[in-house]
């Protein structure tokens, strides 16, 4: 896995379990895909909602957060309450079946944090080299005007009147965008290749797709 755990080749995990549940019943089953049970909450819900686990072979706990490390998952909702509840409550130890408890490293809420937001911006930039982001309050602002914007991502160390204004013209528009400020100007150029961004804008894409699939994750760690 790189550094942003984003997919990359290694040895199949093996087989779990999977649970399939009937459109409608679990956020995200439209397709009937394949769902986890929460160990903490008990809920079934679409992987998409959750973050993986699995117990590396010198006993700690590693959060597999690109879901591809080799080993039984163990699944919890991508929320920091539900994460630190399941280590303050043993959840991890029952689930993982060993006959050791699993080592658990202070600030593993903290850490994932760190993984789901590398994650999140490593697709905003594979994004711009997609041509699929405009960068900057103008461009912005013309592409929503053009309609041709799913998403808008706002520093949320921004001038709040910057964001307010392309909140209204997101409003305005014919198809509903989606606004995200989880992250502050320097992350955002850093992964967009400049010193700091305020405001960029993205086009429906399969790496957009990824992209707000990460944030909505990464929104139960770090509150916009």
């Not at 409550?89 to 593993?108: K, N, Q, Y």
């Not at 900057?136 to 929503?144: H, N, P, T």
């Not at 005007?145 to 204004?165: H, T």
């Amino acid at each position: 896995m790189n550094r942003a755990g984003l997919d990359s080749p290694m040895t199949p995990r093996s087989h779990e379990p999977v649970t399939r549940v009937p459109p409608g019943t679990a956020p995200g089953a439209e397709g009937g895909g394949p769902h986890r049970r929460c160990l903490v909450s008990g809920e079934v819900v679409d992987k998409a909602a959750l973050v993986r686990f699995v117990t590396a072979p010198d006993g700690h706990l590693v959060p597999d957060v690109a879901g591809r490390l080799p080993g039984r998952g163990l699944w919890v909702g991508a929320q920091r309450e539900l994460v630190d509840r399941a280590c303050r409550r043993g959840h991890f130890a029952r689930a993982a079946r060993t006959r050791e408890p699993a080592v658990i490293e202070s600030g593993l809420s903290d850490r994932i944090e760190h993984l789901l937001a590398r994650r999140a911006l490593d697709y905003l930039g594979f994004a711009r080299r997609s041509g699929l982001l405009v960068i900057g309050f103008e461009q912005v602002r013309a592409a929503l005007s053009a309609s041709r914007l799913v998403v808008v991502v706002s520093a949320r160390d921004g001038a709040a009147g910057g964001r307010k204004k392309l909140s209204g013209l997101a409003r305005a528009g014919a198809t509903p965008v989606q606004a995200i400020t989880l992250f502050d100007g320097a992350e955002l150029g850093s992964a967009l290749g400049r010193d700091r961004v305020v405001h960029a804008g993205l086009m429906a894409g399969r790496l957009t797709t990824c992209f707000v699939a990460e944030a909505r994750r990464l929104a139960g760690f770090r509150p916009e």
